[in-house]
């Protein structure tokens, strides 16, 4: 127990060298109105700042010029293309989402949208679309870093614009999963808790029928989760997991509920102290939460309590893309086929990786049987003391 504590205080130190992982990704709404002279095109984009913060573009003095100038420059819709008026940057607290707005004029009948802005920094970025052609709603697209153009003429063939807009979705979700490595993380806590196979699958598939129903809530419009916390969040669901592990193993339940709540203490205190209590009310449930979850896990031994709470992370999990999902404003008819197709994504990128996980986990416990418990120790610090590193920086 001594030793695993020790293990978790030094991987915290070190933590600073790591970078937390958040999916790369922004949005648009796209609005073409035919006119006597060619065509009038709205593009209202938008991204999280903390996608920003990781791709380093609001660090300087400059960057709201900066943002611009990479925005406008990445969006090409043809040379015989002009700016009506100066682009309206708009920031937002609540959302933690900045826009920002531009007309434009071209004279070309048939439009050819290339979009090439962060993939030069980030290769997984993705960029999903939405098009208005004289107020009539077309399938999305999603633009990737080797899929950059979407070309007007498709949009004359919704049926097949349809199948490749699911498909990319199911894509979607297969690397949301695969290049997640919050997600990863969690996965990997899961799988140190020791389960059967059967039960571990068991276990996954309630993890992504919690996050379809936040996804499906969120793409609805029918809650508004704060994007800021529930990144945090996800990071706090690793800590707990691996928590429960090291707790089941060395039989320190209470030590770790109760240095979680003297953590949690001193975070209400400093958010307190400084002003930022829009997070207060989140931490003190999530403390509660913590405490009562930990003390009852060294009591019930039960399989079903581990299953509820994966569920209710899912929940957690999912409000991670609903937000993103509400807000580039998808159509009535496309919402279904969306969530269906990433939550398929999702599935299938989560069953391949536990499977290889689960191989490689069960090969190591057989080569270094006496001492596995202790690797199943060391790796549960690990990975609370990254969970912790997520939570804290995307709390600030």
Not at 79 to 89: D, G, I, R, V, Y
Not at 233 to 240: A, D, K, R
Not at 311 to 322: K, N, S, V, Y
Request: glycine share 6%; net charge negative.
């Amino acid at each position: 127990m001594r030793n695993s504590v020790l293990l978790t205080l030094l991987v915290f130190l070190l933590s600073s060298s790591l970078f937390s992982h958040q999916r790369s990704e922004s949005y648009s709404k796209i609005k073409i109105e035919d006119i006597e002279d060619g065509k009038k095109i709205e593009v209202e984009y938008s991204i999280q700042t903390s996608v920003l913060q990781r791709l380093e573009l609001n660090l300087s003095e400059n960057w709201a010029q900066e943002f611009k100038d990479s925005v406008l420059n990445g969006f090409h819709f043809g040379e015989e293309c002009k700016l009506l008026e100066e682009p309206f940057l708009k920031k937002s607290f609540s959302t933690g989402y900045i826009s920002l707005f531009w007309p434009i004029q071209c004279i070309s009948n048939n439009l050819e949208i290339s979009f090439q802005t962060f993939f030069e920094q980030d290769p997984t970025h993705t960029h999903i679309a939405t098009f208005t052609i004289n107020s009539i709603r077309v399938p999305e697209k999603i633009f990737t870093n080797s899929d950059r153009i979407w070309t007007e003429a498709n949009k004359d063939s919704a049926s097949s614009s349809s199948i490749q807009s699911f498909y990319d979705y199911v894509n979607l979700g297969f690397n949301h999963i695969l290049t997640g490595y919050d997600h990863l993380a969690f996965l990997l806590a899961l799988l140190l808790l020791n389960l059967n196979f059967r039960r571990l699958i068991l276990i996954i598939t309630g993890f992504t029928l919690g996050h379809s129903l936040t996804l499906a809530l969120g793409a609805l419009d029918l809650i508004k989760p704060a994007s800021q916390l529930v990144e945090a969040l996800i990071g706090y669901s690793i800590i707990i997991i691996s928590l429960e592990v090291v707790a089941s193993l060395t039989s320190a339940h209470r030590l770790y509920s109760n240095s979680l709540a003297l953590f949690s203490l001193f975070l209400i205190i400093i958010f307190g102290f400084f002003g930022t209590d829009k997070f207060l009310i989140g931490i003190i449930g999530i403390s509660l939460f913590s405490y009562c979850y930990l003390m009852l896990s060294s009591v019930h031994k039960g399989f079903s309590l581990t299953l509820v709470v994966t569920c209710m992370f899912g929940l957690i999990h999912g409000f991670g893309f609903a937000g993103n999902l509400s807000s580039i404003g998808l159509m009535q008819d496309r919402l279904l086929p969306a969530i269906f197709g990433f939550n398929i994504g999702v599935e299938l990128g989560q069953l391949l990786i536990i499977f290889a996980m689960y191989v490689v986990y069960s090969l190591i416990s057989k080569i270094i049987k006496e001492k596995f418990d202790f690797v199943r120790v060391a790796t549960a610090s690990v990975l609370s003391s990254i969970g912790m590193f997520w939570f804290l920086e995307r709390m600030v």
